[in-house]
């Protein structure tokens, strides 16, 4: 256990659905991220918010939304989505400070199909 | 790209041998990090190595840096099954944004 939590570990969605992911971490961190990992590529940031402001957006489509509503939750809303969308989706924070600037802690992740 | 890429892509072994894993970038650092992966699960922290640090030890790891050839490596003893995984390094550029940038991972395989 490494203080990150995800749920739900398992989505299918199809493909006009609306789902969230939901993101928690009990360790005192201010930065928490999304990544994205699909077979065979390198893992993927998509977003990162440092003391609840979003301070990156890596080009992600607008079909995924972030919420950060405190230090301790990250959503992802999904809506509208493709079948190359399915991957699992990973949850990570960190500690205070510069965000990414020491060690981060991963949740298990969601494993999402897209149908 | 800060990119690290892991080499080899792929490492099979027996159990009581050691694992040695590379990773080379492109940019200068800030700090590298080696990451676990069981499959199917979330990234687990190993050892994090600041750019003006050269030997890290941790229980069987030992992760070196050089700087000059902008290069480490994750060295695991006497490896057991268990340490089958996914290790990745991630890199943190120096005078940018601090956020780490992951490989695509070496997958060990230890025999039994």
């Known amino acids: 256990e490494t203080g990150v939590t995800q749920t739900p570990r398992h989505l299918v969605m199809g493909m006009t659905n609306k789902k969230s992911l939901k993101c928690e971490q009990h360790?005192?961190?201010?930065?928490m991220y999304w990544y994205k990992q699909s077979a065979k590529k390198p893992l993927e940031l998509m977003f990162v918010?440092?003391?609840?402001?979003?301070?990156e957006n890596n080009s992600v489509p607008s079909r995924f939304s972030p919420e950060c509503p405190n230090s301790s939750h990250l959503f992802l809303h999904l809506h509208t989505l493709q079948p190359e969308d399915s991957a699992l989706y990973l949850c990570?924070?960190?500690?205070?400070?510069?965000?990414?600037?020491?060690?981060?802690?991963f949740g298990p992740g969601t494993r999402l199909t897209v149908t | 790209s800060q990119q690290g890429e892991e080499d080899p892509q792929a490492l099979s072994i027996q159990e009581g041998e050691n694992a040695t894993m590379n990773c080379s970038y492109k940019?200068?650092?800030?700090?590298l990090q080696w990451y676990r992966q069981n499959s199917g699960r979330g990234l687990v922290h190993l050892i994090l190595?600041?750019?003006?640090?050269r030997e890290k030890h941790s229980g069987r790891l030992r992760v070196t840096l050089d700087t000059s050839k902008k290069s480490s490596s994750l060295l695991i003893t006497a490896s057991r099954a268990a340490d089958t995984a996914s290790y990745f390094c991630?890199?943190?550029?120096?005078?940018?944004?601090?956020?780490?940038?992951f490989g695509r991972g070496t997958s060990l395989i230890v025999h039994p």
């Open positions: 991630a890199t943190a550029a120096s005078g940018g944004s601090y956020i780490p940038t």
């Open positions: 918010y440092n003391f609840k402001e979003q301070t």
């Open positions: 190595i600041r750019s003006n640090e």
């Open positions: 940019t200068s650092i800030n700090n």
């Open positions: 360790l005192g961190h201010n930065a």
């Open positions: 990570a924070s960190s500690r205070p400070g510069l965000a990414g600037s020491d060690e981060q802690y």
